[in-house]
């Protein structure tokens, strides 16, 4: 089993709905979750941090569920620009590993007019 | 303006040659990374530092060699031991306060 798994999708969704990511990783100690974005042949880049309560930042909503161990990512009112891949990030928690992140290989979004 | 740069963006070598990879940032940040990304896989880690003078290999080190002489500075070198050079390879830096990283754009090898 990976230790973080995506839906690669594509999901190709209208301009103006609302898409949901699903992530699931196998480490049960896992300590810290992220959500990043990469665009096509550019660098990842941090979209959120995802915090035990769930955090919101404008159209964007992340949220963890340490009992079926996996987190979510909820983006309303889709816009163009928000076609991309969007990568699961966990950090294990265990010794050495814990300064090291693990990527899953990311879902991709595309929003069309 | 804080920041990774990576250099160079594009960076063409024939089989057999060494090549190194620039990561230079100016955040402040102890911890580095380097990762290589292929198409339809996630990143992997290749080699990390957590402070001048130390690093670690990641889950796949063989045929890259790294040093870390400068806070600011985390140069890969890429040598012709390694089987399967062509890819894209990340830089990261991650934050004192957190463990967020923060990626340079990258430098996409093509080895023929």
């Known amino acids: 089993r990976k230790e973080v798994e995506q839906d690669p999708g594509p999901f190709n969704v209208p301009e103006g709905a609302t898409v949901a990511f699903n992530c699931t990783y196998s480490?049960?100690?896992?300590?810290?979750f992220f959500w990043y974005r990469q665009d096509c042949r550019k660098e990842p880049k941090l979209l959120m941090s995802?915090?035990?309560s769930g955090n919101e930042d404008g159209r964007f909503t992340a949220q963890l569920n340490r009992a079926s161990q996996y987190i979510s990512l909820l983006i309303r009112d889709s816009k163009l620009s928000d076609s991309a891949t969007y990568l699961c990030?966990?950090?294990?928690?265990?010794?050495?590993?814990?300064?090291?992140?693990?990527f899953g290989t990311g879902t991709l979004l595309a929003v069309q007019p | 303006d804080g920041g990774i740069t990576q250099s160079p963006k594009y960076l063409f070598r024939k089989e057999g040659q060494n090549v190194t990879l620039s990561c230079e940032q100016n955040?402040?940040?102890?911890?580095m990374y380097w990762y290589r990304q292929d198409p339809g896989q996630g990143l992997r880690l290749i080699y990390y530092?957590?402070?001048?003078?130390?690093?670690q290999k990641g889950d796949i080190a063989e045929g890259y060699s790294v040093s870390r002489e400068k806070k600011e500075s985390f140069p890969l070198t890429v040598t012709s031991a390694q089987k399967n050079p062509t890819a894209f390879y990340l830089c990261?830096?991650?934050?004192?306060?957190?463990?967020?990283?923060?990626f340079g754009p990258g430098t996409r090898l093509t080895v023929t």
């Open positions: 990261a830096s991650r934050s004192t306060r957190n463990y967020e990283q923060y």
């Open positions: 480490n049960s100690a896992s300590q810290s």
């Open positions: 995802v915090y035990s």
């Open positions: 990030v966990v950090r294990p928690a265990s010794g050495g590993a814990t300064n090291k992140l693990i």
């Open positions: 955040l402040n940040h102890d911890a």
């Open positions: 530092s957590q402070i001048v003078n130390d690093f």
